[in-house]
């Protein structure tokens, strides 16, 4: 059964502190994993990964994936208040579908 | 450029009432999903959508219905709503791009059913 594991499921962290959330993945015929970022609404995106090893950054964030081990991270450095959201994982397969995992809620405390 | 648009935003239906929620894109994709978010559960795919006038099951179909007549629009239609369909969906779209697809997420609609 395909599935996406993240954790921790929550997170709680001070302003300028660094947080690192995972998300492992069993999914057959597997094409890319995406992250996306939920604060009240949808979900926006943030990364898609589809080679391993390579290291995609946008400001504080970043992501890699291992296509060996099966899982990701995402870092967030020098956090602040706005980057409190739900941070969602997805893996899309072949065959035009996508797994979501549930989630990590990180609050930022200033 | 309004990306992806969901009609209605909040809606109360009472148990084994129908209703159709509409999704709309201005993006010419050609990939449209209907996903539910409930508490604990991440977001689970319900029906999708290739190209005009074909779909596709996706993890949770059951007790809903899905229809592509133009590129744009992808309508979710709940026959006989059951207050296990409480939940907010979004709608979402995607394209081709780089050998992979990145998506879009519609604003999500509201339902609770009593």
């Known amino acids: 059964e395909d599935k996406v594991v993240q954790s921790p499921l929550s997170l709680v962290v001070h302003e300028g502190d660094t947080v690192t959330l995972n998300c492992s993945y069993e999914v057959t015929n597997f094409r890319s994993l995406l992250w996306y970022k939920q604060e009240k609404k949808a979900p926006t995106f943030l990364f898609m990964l589809?080679?391993?090893?390579i290291e995609k950054k946008s400001g504080r964030l970043s992501s890699i994936l291992d296509k060996k081990e099966l899982f990701s991270i995402l870092n967030i450095t020098a956090t602040q208040t706005g980057d409190s959201a739900i941070y969602l994982c997805?893996?899309?397969?072949?065959?035009?579908?996508?797994?979501f995992g549930t989630g990590t809620s990180l609050t930022v405390i200033p | 450029n309004a990306g992806v648009t969901q009609t209605p935003k909040f809606r109360v239906l009472k148990t084994g009432q129908s209703m159709t929620l509409l999704c709309a894109q201005d993006m010419n994709h050609e990939y449209m999903y209907w996903y539910r978010q409930d508490p604990g559960m991440g977001l689970r795919l319900i029906h999708y959508?290739?190209?005009?006038?074909t779909t596709a099951k996706g993890e949770v179909p059951d007790g809903y219905n899905v229809s592509r007549l133009k590129k744009q629009n992808f309508l979710l239609g709940l026959e006989s709503a059951a207050p296990s369909q409480t939940s907010v969906y979004f709608c979402a779209s995607s394209s081709w791009g780089q050998g992979t697809q990145t998506q879009y997420f519609g604003p999500g609609t509201r339902l609770l059913v009593l």
């Open positions: 589809t080679s391993s090893g």
């Open positions: 997805a893996v899309e397969r072949t065959g035009n579908q996508f797994y």
């Open positions: 959508s290739v190209g005009e006038g």
